[in-house]
C-alpha cells in the first residue's frame, strides 16, 4: 500500500511539473500588426508581425513574420498568395544551448466577405505548406485553416470583433488546433485601427490564454493623380 501511494505521489508531482513547464497556467500575451497596403486598383501588398510570449511582457515564444500578394476580385472576394517566417521556442522554461526552431512558410488563401443586419462577416480558407527546420532535422507539413469572424460596430469609432479558426492537418493527426477570440476595437483614423482581446488557444493536450494586442495600418500607395 506504501508503495501504491509513493507511485501516486511521483505520477502527481510530474503531471504538475510537465503543466508548469510548458506555460499553460501562465497569461501570455500577443503583440501584433497587420496592414494591407493598396498598389493598383486590383493589388494590394499584405505586411504582418507578430511577437508572442509565454507570459504578458516576457519569456518569448514565437516571431512571426509575414507577408503576401492580394488580388482584390471585388470587395467581397480576395485572393492571396504569401511566405511567412516563424521562429519559434518551444519550451516554457530557458536551457543552457537551446536552439529555437525555425520554418518557412507558404501559403495560398480565399477571403470571402458579406454583411448580415449590422454584422460584418469575413469567412477567411487558407491551405500552408510549412518547411520546419528543428533540432538537426528538416520537415514538411501541409495545413489547411478555416477561420470565421464577425465584426459589429458600435459606433463610427467602436466596434466588437469575433472569430473562431480551425487547424487541420493534412497528415498524422487530423486536428492540430483551435483558436477563439474576442476583442474591443477602435477606429483610429480611417486607415487605422487598434484592437484589445482575448484569445483561448486549443491543442489536443494543452489550453493556452492570450491576450491580444493588434494595430491595422492599410495605406494606400497608389499614386494620386
Known amino acids: 500500500m506504501r508503495r501504491f501511494f509513493t507511485i501516486i505521489s511521483i505520477i502527481s508531482i510530474l503531471t504538475s511539473v510537465q503543466a508548469q513547464d510548458n506555460g499553460e497556467d501562465d497569461l501570455g500575451a500577443w503583440y501584433m500588426y497587420f496592414g494591407t497596403n493598396k498598389i493598383s486598383n486590383k493589388l494590394s501588398i499584405h505586411t504582418e508581425a507578430q511577437f508572442r510570449y509565454y507570459e504578458t511582457a516576457n519569456n518569448f515564444n514565437q516571431l512571426l513574420l509575414r507577408t503576401g500578394l492580394n488580388y482584390h476580385i471585388n470587395p467581397e472576394a480576395i485572393v492571396t498568395a504569401g511566405y511567412g517566417y516563424i521562429s519559434t521556442n518551444g519550451t516554457f522554461e530557458e536551457f543552457f544551448g537551446e536552439e529555437n526552431s525555425t520554418e518557412h512558410r507558404i501559403f495560398e488563401q480565399l477571403i470571402l466577405k458579406n454583411k448580415v443586419g449590422e454584422f460584418h462577416f469575413e469567412h477567411r480558407y487558407r491551405l500552408e505548406q510549412r518547411f520546419i527546420e528543428a533540432y538537426g532535422f528538416n520537415e514538411t507539413q501541409h495545413r489547411a485553416r478555416y477561420r470565421m469572424q464577425i465584426t459589429l460596430p458600435l459606433t463610427d469609432i467602436f466596434f466588437l470583433n469575433f472569430y473562431d479558426e480551425i487547424f487541420i492537418n493534412l497528415q ?26 482575448y484569445l483561448k488557444n486549443h491543442f489536443t493536450n494543452a489550453n493556452y490564454d492570450r491576450l491580444q494586442f493588434g494595430i491595422t495600418f492599410n495605406p494606400d500607395l497608389r499614386k494620386k493623380k
Do not use: D
Open 172 to 197: 498524422g493527426e487530423t486536428f492540430g488546433q483551435n483558436r477563439l477570440y474576442a476583442a474591443l476595437g477602435i477606429n483610429v483614423t480611417e486607415n487605422l485601427s487598434v484592437q484589445a482581446g
